[in-house]
């Protein structure tokens, strides 16, 4: 795939572009595809792999309204003031009969220098005692409300598990790329009620492209990638001419992509060639790229590799007119070159 221009060690590879997301790859190689780095790429999304819809069963949801704080806050609030009252009415029976055996033994009477501080002492004692009763009696009346409440729930409860029916029904969506012609929009699964369980009818709808992420990050599957050259397109060439800008030689890509499963079976995928010619980078640093010039068939471009930062780079040289002009390369390399654009796979890919 490698061809000399000059006497310095340079090899022309051609730079091609698909459509995917922004990574680098060797496309030499369909098993040596493999994600290297992003360039302007939007945040990731992290999609859930199954989306459901779950249908509850009516009393369940009625008895979560009924049982809500804020549904509760009134009547318990009010059971409560219900038994303040009745205290209240019987504090103020007991003055009234105390105000009557005061007036039969003619008062209190009095002296003293501190009368009027006892007084006041006795009264503030008094009021004090007559709050610890209003609180003990709220007290009751709400964990009284409490307890007769939590036990209409639970036998409520009971009774759904029986009225609600004995068995639960799952419909998985199938999906437009996966579902097979002739085949229902939506499967059925039945299964028995297990007990407590809060709902009858339940929809999932697997997302294939999430499921598929999640195993490979978890090592159990391979992606590889093949572009296939389709060729430069013909108006693509008229409209350069048209337009003054040269050559133009950018070939159209399709890229076909295939899942293995890695296993036992398949020995892991393991590649010997690829191990040893294809190493990938380490951490965060992008695996180097050959050096020499490549081309995207209209722009010349020389590999760049910054140490610092441990990442790739093209950086431009020249219009691919002008590197075919030049006499310092040789015809059979610039007909290598133009064969190359038209047939070849690609050595690099930017999906962007």
Request: aromatic content about 10%.
């Amino acid at each position: 795939m490698d061809t000399s221009f000059t006497q310095r060690r340079q090899s022309l590879f051609f730079l091609a572009a698909a459509i995917a997301t922004a990574v680098f790859a060797s496309a030499s190689d369909p098993s040596s595809s493999i994600p290297q780095t992003s360039v302007n790429s939007p945040p990731l999304e992290f999609a859930s792999p199954l989306q459901s819809f779950t249908i509850f069963d009516k009393k369940t949801l009625d008895g979560a309204r009924a049982n809500s704080p804020r549904a509760k806050f009134l009547p318990r609030f009010r059971a409560g003031l219900a038994a303040e009252q009745k205290i209240r009415d019987r504090i103020s029976e007991e003055k009234k009969l105390a105000d009557l055996g005061d007036d039969d033994e003619g008062g209190l009477g009095g002296g003293g220098a501190n009368w009027a501080e006892m007084s006041a002492a006795a009264d503030v004692a008094e009021r004090k005692k007559e709050e610890r009763r209003l609180e003990r009696a709220y007290d009751r009346a709400t964990t009284l409300y409490d307890e007769k409440s939590n036990a209409l729930s639970v036998n409520e409860l009971d009774k759904d598990d029986v009225q609600s029916g004995k068995y639960q029904f799952v419909g998985v969506v199938n999906t437009s790329s996966s579902g097979k012609k002739g085949k229902a929009s939506v499967t059925w699964y039945a299964r028995k009620k297990p007990k407590g369980s809060k709902w009858s009818v339940r929809m999932i709808r697997a997302d294939r492209d999430a499921i598929a992420r999640d195993l490979h990050v978890r090592g159990k599957i391979d992606v590889y990638g093949q572009y296939v050259n389709k060729g430069v397109p013909v108006e693509q060439r008229k409209l350069a001419k048209e337009r003054g800008l040269g050559v133009d030689e950018r070939p159209v890509l399709e890229g076909k992509y295939s899942v293995r499963e890695r296993s036992w079976r398949t020995l892991w995928n393991f590649n010997p060639k690829r191990f040893f010619s294809d190493s990938s980078g380490m951490f965060w640093r992008e695996r180097r790229l050959s050096p020499g010039l490549y081309t995207d068939g209209r722009v010349v471009f020389e590999s760049v590799y910054r140490y610092r930062d441990g990442k790739n780079g093209m950086k431009p040289v020249s219009l691919l007119s002008q590197f075919l002009d030049s006499p310092a390369v040789e015809d059979n390399v610039k007909e290598k070159i133009m064969v190359r654009l038209k047939v070849d796979s690609p050595d690099v890919v930017i999906e962007d």
